[in-house]
């Protein structure tokens, strides 16, 4: 098979049968170089035709655990409560940052997968917007009086 760009399904399926065939060869030998360059654009096309989600936390840990055979007994110390556990695979509660720091060591689950924001809570949009402008209106009262002077 002649290496060429992947831009169909039909150069897909003709590209896999071939890397299929070269899939045992000799590391060092010019049909692995082939396979390489092969996988690489099979690898291409796939992202392209449907790029993968991105996982939310709570999928990350599933994943993580089930590839360490772990059930969410043995998440406890990490959550603190069977109840707290519960409410975070629900979708219920948010990890905090002990959470995250936690699973990230214990799973090595990579940081940017659990800093995610996975679920809208009622209301927190709303007291977290407010709050930060009583701190915001406090900061120009504080600097408006320092000017004064």
Same mark, same amino acid.
């Given at each position: =098979?002649? #290496?060429r /760009?992947i831009?169909?399904?039909?150069?897909?399926?003709?590209?896999? &049968?071939? $890397? *299929?065939?070269?899939?045992?060869? /000799? &590391?060092?030998? /010019?049909?692995?170089?082939?396979?390489?360059?092969?996988?690489?654009? &099979?690898?291409?096309?796939?992202?392209? *035709?449907?790029p993968?989600?991105?996982l939310?936390?709570? @999928?990350? $840990?599933?994943?993580? =655990?089930?590839? =360490?055979?772990?059930? +969410?007994?043995?998440?406890? !110390? %990490?959550?603190g409560?069977a109840? +707290?556990?519960?409410?975070?695979?629900?979708?219920?509660?948010?990890?905090?940052?002990?959470? $995250?720091?936690?699973?990230? %060591?214990?799973?090595? #689950? !990579?940081? @940017?997968?659990l $800093?995610q %924001?996975?679920? *809208?809570?009622?209301?927190?949009?709303?007291? &977290?917007?407010?709050? =930060?402008?009583? %701190?915001?209106?406090?900061? *120009?009262?504080r600097r408006?009086?320092?000017h004064?002077?």
């Amino acid at each position: =098979m002649q #290496i060429r /760009p992947i831009n169909s399904d039909e150069d897909y399926e003709e590209a896999l &049968a071939e $890397i *299929k065939r070269l899939w045992h060869a /000799p &590391a060092g030998s /010019p049909q692995r170089g082939q396979l390489e360059v092969l996988a690489m654009l &099979a690898h291409h096309y796939e992202r392209t *035709k449907a790029p993968l989600a991105a996982l939310s936390p709570v @999928e990350a $840990i599933e994943f993580r =655990m089930d590839q =360490m055979g772990l059930s +969410r007994k043995d998440l406890l !110390p %990490v959550f603190g409560s069977a109840g +707290r556990a519960s409410e975070i695979f629900n979708g219920k509660r948010q990890l905090t940052l002990e959470m $995250i720091r936690r699973l990230h %060591v214990m799973l090595d #689950i !990579p940081l @940017e997968s659990l $800093i995610q %924001v996975t679920t *809208k809570r009622r209301g927190t949009r709303g007291r &977290a917007t407010a709050s =930060m402008g009583k %701190v915001r209106k406090g900061a *120009k009262q504080r600097r408006s009086a320092s000017h004064a002077k």
